[in-house]
């Protein structure tokens, strides 16, 4: 076997056995196959697809590149994963609220890909934390704290970690069977007993129609529940921001106003309907609702905040970091708010629009090696079907050069449209599915 002739089958719309893809992917985890080669596959595979053998096929090569980790513990392993969207900050509200209902929860988490966020990044805001934990003391978190939400190890689907790096930088993201094998080669390697994946559908999500967010859920959950690892998808909208803030540090802010009871709305409800599904597909509780209304109880009685302070300690951050949480987050130089400029009800968000503005302020990256700045974004966003006068704040920039934020404001007044009738507000739970 060789690179060219796979990438050349895959060109001509032809499936690569099962072996062939074994092969790449093990090129990918060893360097035999070079950046030009990987970039070419992923190409290919976006624009002609593999089908449901084929992918399925491609998410066990790419998690057998790696280590499959084992658990001794006296509860339910189970996880969570999103598959991008703007403002959505619920890995970090939902494991410490799942382990505090009896779980445990090693999260393996990503970076921010594309026009959406990472949960990695965001925890990074925090100063001291480490994410790139080795597995044995990652071990040790999840067993005294309950839950930790790190990277994949260079022992976790190595194949994946350098594919997922090229697809950011190539515009070979929306695919499903690369995402399907993304998430799942690294997903499926921490040997869960039960996964619940939040499908995100709409403007800030990178599936923009039902059918897409559909055909993605279904190839998710058959893959891994063929895999042997009990997993439903929740399709939930993303036609704007889940959070009314994007950006590393103040998104880690609108979390801990949920975890210490400062915030409801969304990201709560959100997080109590995956919840629910997790610990009743866990069996730990006899419900879906029963096990989201333990995860709010969790949220509100300021117990998941504890369980996320030690989490957060144990991985290198500040011992205080709940009592203080505000005065630990970095802050930007420039600070400007956008007013609106006619009077309306807003009518659309382009969350994607305002995705790429939280990219270009610093707080993604457009090329690998990009820096990270975690105190750029966008704050107290507005929300569909908000009435807004003139002069009604519509958001706020939060940037490191003034010539940034005057790009920043051009980005959301035309990512928000105003109108002069209210518009419909999209459930925020459509489906599950699996």
């Known amino acids: 076997m060789d690179a060219r002739s796979i990438i050349t089958k895959l060109r001509q719309r032809e499936i690569p056995t099962a072996n062939e893809l074994h092969w790449f992917a093990q090129g990918l ?10 970039s070419a596959f992923a190409m290919a595979i976006c624009m002609g697809g593999l089908g449901a053998e084929g992918r399925a096929n491609l998410t066990l090569a790419m998690r057998d590149t790696g280590e499959i980790l084992k658990w001794d513990l006296d509860g339910p392993v189970i996880d969570k994963h999103s598959t991008g969207g703007v403002g959505d900050c619920v890995s970090l509200v939902l494991a410490p ?61 190595p194949a994946d970690r350098r594919l997922y790096a090229i697809r950011d930088v190539t515009a070979t993201v929306e695919s499903l069977d690369l995402i399907t094998a993304s998430i799942l080669s690294k997903k499926l390697a921490a040997s869960p007993d039960a996964l619940v994946l939040d499908v995100k559908i709409g403007s800030g999500a990178f599936m923009k129609t039902m059918d897409e967010a559909r055909a993605l859920a279904t190839a998710l959950t ?24 994007l950006g ?55 117990r998941a905040a504890d369980r996320f302070g030690r989490m957060i300690a144990a991985m290198g951050g500040p011992l205080g970091f709940v009592d203080d949480w505000a005065r630990f987050l970095p802050e930007p130089d420039v600070i400007r708010e956008v007013q609106a400029v006619t009077s309306g009800y807003i009518t659309e968000i382009d969350g994607e629009e305002l995705g790429l503005s939280v990219v270009a302020l ?7 090696s ?30 490191g050069r003034e010539d940034a934020a005057r790009a920043a404001e051009m980005a959301m007044r035309k990512a928000i449209t105003i109108g002069p009738v209210p518009c419909s507000v999209p459930d925020l739970i459509h489906e599950r599915v699996g």
Request: aromatic share 0%; hydrophobic share 45%.
């Open 362 to 368: 610093g707080g993604g990256r457009q090329v690998e």
């Open 29 to 38: 985890a060893d360097n035999s196959v070079s950046d030009a080669q990987a």
């Open 222 to 245: 058959d893959t891994a529940n063929a895999a042997g690892c009990k997993t439903t998808a929740v399709i939930s909208d993303m036609n704007q921001p889940l959070a009314p803030a």
């Open 370 to 399: 990009d820096v990270i700045d975690p105190a750029v974004g966008l704050s107290g966003l507005a929300r569909l079907g908000d009435k807004v006068e003139k002069g009604t704040v519509l958001g706020v920039i939060h940037a």
């Open 248 to 302: 590393n540090a103040l998104e880690v802010a609108e979390v801990m106003k949920v975890l210490t009871g400062e915030a409801t709305g969304p990201l709560v409800q959100l997080s109590a309907a995956l919840g629910g599904v997790l610990l009743a597909d866990a069996g730990l509780v006899a419900s879906v609702q029963t096990g989201a209304d333990q995860i709010v109880a969790a949220l509100r009685s300021g």
């Open 97 to 157: 609220a799942l382990a505090e209902c009896g779980a445990y929860v090693p999260m393996i988490s990503g970076r921010g890909l594309g026009h959406t966020g990472g949960t990695l990044d965001k925890l990074e805001a925090i100063p001291g934390v480490l994410t790139n934990i080795a597995q044995d003391r990652l071990s040790e978190i999840v067993a005294q704290t309950g839950c930790a939400i790190v990277g994949a190890t260079a022992d976790i689907a």
